[in-house]
């Protein structure tokens, strides 16, 4: 997906739309059509159907209008996915009072983006590294940056604070959505595998080749009752990276850094 909108997508078309510069050249036959219409029903076809049923044909059966009166707003599958982008991330909650000072509104951050990806599983293959600046994704990257403004980094760090953040959310996404396209694939959740090859994986590892990976193996998999546990990774990687700022911002403020963080803790 990301190869074929690399090649086939036009920025300055998709620019238009977005910020509705572009009027459709003829108003078409659909009953009622628009910009908006249309990509709330792409939306629903991929939320539903996943993002390889979504087609131009497609969306135009669900508006019961021609293909063509479609094209007529919006001129091909790789604009209407980029406008499909910025229009999920207008949906997202911005909460003007978060409570915990600058670690308690990342950590909502990280939480809404999650969200954001749970109930959009096609946002991971949609997005690329090379954005469509629509006006929704400017609104949540000044949003999002607002979050540390003011606590001693300056403009570069800010940037990079949530970046950071955003590739921890995204990263666990991935492999929840991974996930449940292998379940999909083989009809088999990650406890029903690790249900048959778990009791494999200890006869293995407990004969004596693999002490550490045997012991850690065991209570991971004890735990989680699966390989992974997302929630836990989730969780426990957010701590981390909130941790890690937070050194960062008492190197630039001279405060304290968090619990555990001093050279005692180091070794």
């Known amino acids: 997906m990301t190869k074929e909108r690399r090649g086939k997508a036009d920025p300055a078309r998709s620019l238009a739309i977005l910020w509705r510069t572009r009027e459709p050249t003829s108003r078409g036959t659909g009953p009622g059509l628009s910009v908006e219409r ?21 969306v135009s059966e669900a508006l019961g209008a021609g293909t063509m009166s479609v094209y007529t707003y919006v001129p091909g599958k790789s604009e209407l996915l980029d406008v499909m982008v910025d229009t999920v991330y207008g949906d997202m909650p911005r909460p003007a009072d978060v409570p915990g000072g600058w670690r308690g509104r990342l950590d909502r951050i990280a939480r809404d983006n999650l969200a954001l990806y749970r109930a959009h599983p096609w ?6 590294s090379r954005p469509v600046l629509g006006p929704h994704m400017l609104a949540k990257y000044d949003y999002e940056l607002s979050a540390v ?28 959505y991974d996930g449940a396209e292998l379940e999909r694939e083989t009809g088999m ?39 992974y546990g997302p929630e836990y990774a989730f969780e426990f990687g957010l701590r981390r990276v909130l941790d890690g ?22 070794g």
């Open 38 to 58: 249309i990509v709330r029903a792409a939306v629903e076809i991929a939320d539903a159907e996943g993002i390889d049923a979504l087609t131009m044909r497609r």
């Open 123 to 128: 946002l991971l293959r949609a997005e690329t």
């Open 189 to 227: 959740t990650d406890g029903q595998w690790w249900q048959t090859h778990g009791p494999w994986l200890e006869k293995f590892m407990n004969s004596g080749s693999y002490p550490t990976a045997a012991r850690v193996g065991s209570a991971a998999g004890a735990a989680h009752g699966a390989a």
């Open 245 to 266: 700022i937070a050194v960062v911002v008492a190197e630039r403020t001279g405060g304290p850094g968090p619990v555990g963080s001093g050279p005692a803790a180091a």
């Open 149 to 176: 403004a003011g606590v001693g980094l300056d403009d570069v760090e800010m940037d990079a604070v949530l970046t950071l953040v955003l590739g921890h959310v995204k990263s666990i996404a991935r492999a929840g």
